[in-house]
Each structure stands twice: as C-alpha cells, then as structure tokens.
C-alpha cells in the first residue's frame, strides 16, 4: 500500500489502523505523514473510548437524558471523517479540538 492508502485506512475502524500500522511497519522508508496520521486516528480512538465510559456513566445517573448521551457518542465519528479528509487530501493537519493533545504522544509509532 503506498502512503495515501495507509493514512487513509488508519482511519477505518481501529481494525483499519492495525492493518496500516503492520503494513507501515514493514516499510523501509518510513515517512511522517503516515506517523502523523496514524497517531491522529489512535488518538480519536482513546478519545472514543472515553467518550464511551463517560456517556455510559452519565446515562446510567441521568436515563432521562439518555439521548442527549448518545450524541455525544457521534463526536469521535465526525473527527474520524475530518481526519481522512485530512489523509485522503495529504494535509498533516490535526483534527478539531482534540487533534493537538495527540501529537508526538505515541513514541512507539515512530
């Protein structure tokens, strides 16, 4: 896969980001731009799970508010889109709100 596809597939699901990950790995010439954005997608990964626990937490205080919970679930989705545009664009640009805590935080990417 050259390096568009592989930040692309980051991207889809966290299965898509192992599949980009080992395939990066194997690479002689390791370039930034896959790096960046593989740490990108992993990060709105953390960042989904914790949504998740957090909304789980929050439903099961306030069922009333169930719904308004759920949307909040939405929000990891919407990065994920944002970030392979980013990919399929090859811009090294992080994704909104959450994208810059996630830069050169995953040491074992590089």
């Given at each position: 896969m050259n390096n568009k596809?592989?930040?692309?597939?980051?991207?889809?699901?966290i299965i898509g980001w192992l599949i980009a990950y080992f395939s990066y790995k194997k690479q002689t010439d390791k370039s930034t731009y896959v790096t960046y954005h593989l740490e990108q997608s992993l990060g709105v990964f953390?960042?989904?799970?914790?949504?998740?626990?957090i909304a789980?937490?929050?439903?099961?205080?306030l069922p009333t508010l169930s719904i308004v919970f759920s949307l909040f679930t939405l929000i990891p989705l919407?990065?994920?889109v944002l970030g392979m545009i980013n990919a399929s664009n090859e811009v090294t640009k992080p994704v909104p709100v959450i994208g810059g805590f996630f830069e050169k935080k995953f040491g074992f990417l590089a």
């Amino acid at each position: 896969m050259n390096n568009k596809t592989l930040a692309i597939v980051s991207y889809i699901t966290i299965i898509g980001w192992l599949i980009a990950y080992f395939s990066y790995k194997k690479q002689t010439d390791k370039s930034t731009y896959v790096t960046y954005h593989l740490e990108q997608s992993l990060g709105v990964f953390v960042f989904s799970i914790i949504i998740s626990i957090i909304a789980g937490i929050l439903t099961s205080l306030l069922p009333t508010l169930s719904i308004v919970f759920s949307l909040f679930t939405l929000i990891p989705l919407i990065l994920l889109v944002l970030g392979m545009i980013n990919a399929s664009n090859e811009v090294t640009k992080p994704v909104p709100v959450i994208g810059g805590f996630f830069e050169k935080k995953f040491g074992f990417l590089a």
